[in-house]
């Protein structure tokens, strides 16, 4: 957790932003946890409605979104590049093949610890420089374009998708 | 449009914060809008999925609970506290006479007008003030739960129900 630094304004107001986006990155997480944790795993191999995406990829679609944050952010190597292929590139169903239920919670669960740990190691002014898919040019005319902002989108995209994961609760 | 002040940089960091999370509650609404535009009148009195909400109920709750914003910010009086009663406190099939379709378009556009003139006045040290459902000694606490906070979270529980609706789209 960070301490505010009182002695510095500028410092501490760019703290309690990052606290409000992270915090309610964080809120999300546990919806969708609280979610997952009632739902047996077989029930997430059904679409969410009919005619569309089944929940399995639902869940995959976040791993592999979420996971995108560790290299748009330039925060290390992703930990699962390979889902991109089955779960963002790809439609539902165009897979035989695709990691079970049980392993993509946990590739879930992993996930969030490590943005965790990334997250409370990323110094204040950091959050607030260019993300990696933003040019410098564009980035000096659009300063609101920095790697907070995408937490703040990939937040809004996980919240969206819970609104159809939740259409699986009975 | 807000000009950010260089001399300033504790003003200036405010601002692109505000910018950040108001472009981002924008982006959601140019989605609603875009879906609405697309969607006749009718669709919208179908359930978004076999048992769950229709498509007007979702509607009539994000006009509801987004003006309850002009309140919780303390930026005027509410445009439409009446459909609290039909589209928060109550769940759809309460009623048999709720606004129709039009009506609550209507509502929308002309909160968004509202909302957007309102927060386009709103000074950005007023934005990280406490709301108007926290109390002070929480609030010295817990600063980061302050004005702005509600739009990030009004944002995300409005990508939530977008999520639901789009399940109308063919």
């Known amino acids: 957790m960070i301490t505010p630094d009182k002695a510095n304004p500028l410092r501490e107001s760019r703290e ?12 999300q997480n546990q919806r969708l946890n609280g979610l997952l944790a009632k739902l047996p795993d077989e029930r997430l191999l059904v679409s969410v409605a009919e005619g569309k995406n089944r929940a399995i990829y639902l869940l995959g679609h976040l791993v592999a979104i979420n996971d995108g944050m ?27 093949q695709i990691p079970s239920v049980a392993e993509l919670k946990a590739k879930w669960t992993n996930l969030n610890q490590v943005l ?4 409370a190691e990323l110094d204040a002014e950091e959050w607030f420089r260019k993300h990696n898919a933003i040019s410098d040019e564009d980035f000096a ?17 996980q919240a969206y998708h819970l609104g159809q994961l939740i259409f699986l609760k009975a």
């Not at 965790?116 to 997250?119: D, H, I, M």
């Open 16 to 27: 309690v932003f990052i606290k409000m986006v992270v915090s309610n990155w964080e809120l």
């Open 70 to 96: 560790i290299s748009l952010l330039g925060l290390g190597e992703r930990l699962y590049p390979e889902l991109d292929e089955l779960f963002v590139k790809n439609p539902d169903g165009k897979f035989d």
């Open 116 to 119: 965790t740990g990334y997250f």
């Open 141 to 157: 005319r659009e300063p609101h374009r920095n790697k907070l902002n995408i937490l703040i989108n990939r937040t809004n995209h």
